[in-house]
């Protein structure tokens, strides 16, 4: 589900040191990380070695929207890595641009780029109205592309870079009731797949990553997707993308991945640490749920 609110939960490990990790030195860009999900990825990565840069659009707390850019740049901060608040809505190119930009000046150099930031509607199609559509297809499919155009000619500069859409495989069989949103979501997924070709000599890389099960959100919580027995922490997400940012880029590239699938064949047996209610094992059902959200 589209990770937007939960709280993030500290690393249990402290931060490793900056000469014994291979992240040391790299930058990284998260959209949609003031809460939530995307949070969650921003400080894992700061745990890891990584300076980075928080792009969203709250500046500001609220009473529905707990969570800002400057809280989380704070929260990188204080384990010892450099943060950048960029607000951002992905919808918007010149934002867009200009954050790109006071990153590469900032730090010189972006090497991981987490497309994160995403909205979520889930209707029929005879009860989605256009103005939702280009919501979703704004957000998600076009804010993505938009992040990735402008970050990609860096990456493809100093010869590196991981591009990464939370974006489930693609399977047609599994969009109705949310055409809208799979269309826009599944979009993601073919950014990936095509810009892995096109950019694999480059030593860029560009993958998709979803969860098998519900991921524990605002989300799942205020639109009554079942309840903590159904869902994983979003730490699975974060140790899943680490997965993918250790390797070379060339060599692994092009796949739409789920969380789980892409652990156990990393070798982890045990995803009980991961449940939300300890006593029960969350259910897989991918992309494969029903809604009725928005």
Not at 73 to 87: D, H, K, N, T
Request: net charge neutral; aromatic share 6%.
């Amino acid at each position: 589900m589209e990770p937007i609110d939960r709280p993030a939960s500290p690393s249990p490990a402290s931060p490793p040191s900056k000469s014994s990790t291979p992240f040391a030195g790299k930058v990284a860009f998260v959209t949609g990380a003031s809460r939530g999900v995307g949070k969650t990825l921003a400080l894992r990565l700061a745990d890891e070695g990584c300076d980075v840069v928080v792009a969203a659009k709250t500046s500001d707390p609220t009473d529905k929207l707990p969570g800002t850019i400057h809280e989380t740049v704070r929260e990188i901060e204080a384990r010892g890595r450099r943060g950048l608040a960029v607000q951002v809505d992905v919808r918007d190119d010149l934002a867009v641009e200009r954050g790109v930009k006071n990153a590469l000046e900032r730090f010189g150099r972006v090497d991981f780029l987490v497309n994160n930031a995403g909205a979520i509607y889930g209707r029929p199609l005879i009860d989605t109205p256009m103005k939702r559509f280009d919501l979703v297809m704004g957000v998600n499919v076009r804010g993505a592309f938009a992040c990735t155009h402008h970050l990609l000619p860096a990456m493809v500069a100093q010869k590196f870079g991981h591009i990464l859409m939370l974006s489930p495989p693609v399977d047609e069989n599994a969009a109705a009731g949310k055409i809208a949103y799979a269309i826009s979501k599944f979009g993601m997924t073919l950014i990936a797949r095509g810009l892995a070709d096109e950019v694999r000599d480059d030593n860029v890389a560009a993958n998709a990553l979803w969860c098998a099960t519900l991921i524990e959100s605002s989300a799942t919580i205020r639109f009554g997707l079942g309840d903590p027995s159904l869902w994983r922490k979003p730490e699975i997400v974060a140790d899943a993308m680490m997965k993918v940012f250790v390797k070379e880029p060339k060599t692994f590239t092009g796949k739409a991945l789920v969380d789980e699938d892409l652990l156990r064949a990393e070798g982890v047996t045990d995803f009980t640490r991961y449940r939300c209610d300890p006593n029960a094992e969350p259910p897989r059902v991918g992309f494969n749920f029903r809604m009725s959200i928005g």
